[in-house]
């Protein structure tokens, strides 16, 4: 299996933008109004926008631990539901790739499609 990383964030990210422009996301909207499990706590105030930014404050997963388990994406998105911001949302700067998991999710959401569905017809295809 290739391990792309962070090449689907700008494709991820235009994706989001595409619900933006159709009045579908707000990327100023907590996420958790969206995923109700993704609630407590600093999760409460993490939004689309420190997600794209990198300051939503979501830890990664240790890339090693990664490589060596190699999770599924529903053990990863419940990781990151679970998981609590290590610092305020929007007080700091920190690359992180797993918050993108909220993304692909609010894409499920907002489209009513897989998420892998969702990117080949808006983005991928055309």
Do not use: N
Request: glycine letters at 6%; hydrophobic letters at 45%.
């Amino acid at each position: 299996m290739l391990f792309l990383a962070s090449v689907t964030k700008p494709i991820v990210a235009t994706a989001m933008v595409q619900l933006v422009d159709e009045g579908r996301l707000d990327l100023h909207r907590p996420i958790g109004r969206d995923i109700t499990a993704f609630r407590g706590g600093r999760r409460d105030r993490v939004a689309p926008w420190h997600i794209l930014t990198h300051t939503s404050g979501i830890p990664d997963l240790d890339l090693e631990r990664l490589r060596r388990s190699r999770p599924s994406y529903e053990a990863l998105l419940a990781r990151v539901i679970a998981s609590e911001p290590a610092f305020e949302p929007g007080s700091r700067y920190a690359y992180a790739s797993d918050g993108f998991y909220l993304l692909a999710e609010l894409l499920r959401v907002h489209t009513g499609m897989a998420f892998q569905d969702a990117l080949r017809a808006r983005v991928m295809t055309p």
